[in-house]
């Protein structure tokens, strides 16, 4: 049976205008911030001695991250997976390939024999109602192999750019944002162990001179977004 359309369906041939539309506050694009977070994630697998070979992007969307996703070391294949066909039609069209696929949830089924080694989400749970966001954690982690990483990046609230970036984009209309402390709490219930929790993106393209600043700023709330990276159990 088809699921039934969701609002990104409707704007996944307009994504990247509509989001980088929202960011041109920032003086950057979507691809600048989908960069710097995958090599940051980089560095946090290299810190844990972790060579994912099976990934899942979560709500990967029209899938632009899954190339970045597959470039990291020790990659041999990623699943992006979302809710919107359309969106997923979109990601095959221009990222499909080889050790790359994209499916639906209810395609993406548990294997015990080849459980992922890494789960990536980026900005997906502040669309999800706050009482559906326990079961949507535990969808991942029946995926993730004992040990696997989740690297778990959202929007953050208490940053005042954050929130009239949002208001901007349409798709967000409706969004949720859930702050670093609750996301913790989220993933700790649910079995994971939080290895560390870091912001970023304090300063926009005019004060890019600054950015040097942002590493030891990590660990303070400032950033648009933050990471929590977590280990399943």
């Known amino acids: 049976m088809k699921p039934?359309?969701?609002a990104f369906d409707r704007?996944?041939?307009?994504?990247?205008?509509?989001?980088?539309?929202?960011?041109?506050?920032?003086?950057?694009?979507?691809?600048?911030y989908a960069r710097r977070r995958i090599a940051f994630l980089q560095a946090c697998l290299?810190?844990?001695?972790?060579r994912p070979r099976l990934v899942m992007d979560y709500g990967?969307?029209?899938g632009?991250?899954?190339?970045?996703?597959?470039?990291?070391?020790?990659?041999?294949?990623?699943?992006?997976?979302?809710?919107?066909?359309?969106?997923l039609a979109v990601a095959r069209e221009r990222h499909g390939g080889e050790g790359r696929s994209f499916l639906l949830p209810a395609d993406a089924r548990v294997d015990a024999a080849h459980p992922f080694d890494l789960v990536y989400t980026n900005g997906v749970f502040h669309h999800i109602?706050?009482?559906?966001?326990?079961?949507?954690?535990?969808w991942i982690a029946e995926r993730l192999r004992p040990g696997g990483l989740l690297a778990f990046w959202e929007n953050n609230p208490w940053n005042p750019g954050t929130r009239w970036i949002m208001s901007r984009v349409p798709f967000d209309a409706d969004a949720q944002p859930l702050s670093a402390p609750t996301a913790r709490r989220l993933l700790r219930e649910s079995g994971f162990t939080v290895l560390r929790a870091d912001f970023h993106f304090v300063f926009p393209h005019g004060l890019?001179?600054?950015?040097?600043?942002e590493r030891p700023l990590r660990r303070l709330p400032?950033?648009?977004?933050?990471?929590v990276l977590v280990s399943g159990n």
Request: aromatic share 6%; net charge negative; with cysteine.
């Open 4 to 6: 039934p359309a969701t």
């Open 222 to 227: 400032l950033g648009g977004q933050y990471q």
């Open 11 to 32: 704007v996944a041939r307009d994504y990247d205008a509509e989001l980088n539309r929202g960011l041109a506050l920032t003086g950057e694009t979507r691809d600048f």
């Open 64 to 87: 632009d991250t899954v190339p970045l996703l597959a470039g990291l070391p020790g990659v041999e294949r990623v699943v992006g997976v979302d809710v919107s066909e359309e969106s």
């Open 60 to 62: 990967c969307g029209t």
């Open 129 to 138: 109602e706050p009482a559906d966001r326990p079961a949507a954690v535990r």
């Open 208 to 213: 890019r001179w600054l950015r040097w600043l």
């Open 46 to 50: 290299a810190r844990q001695n972790s």
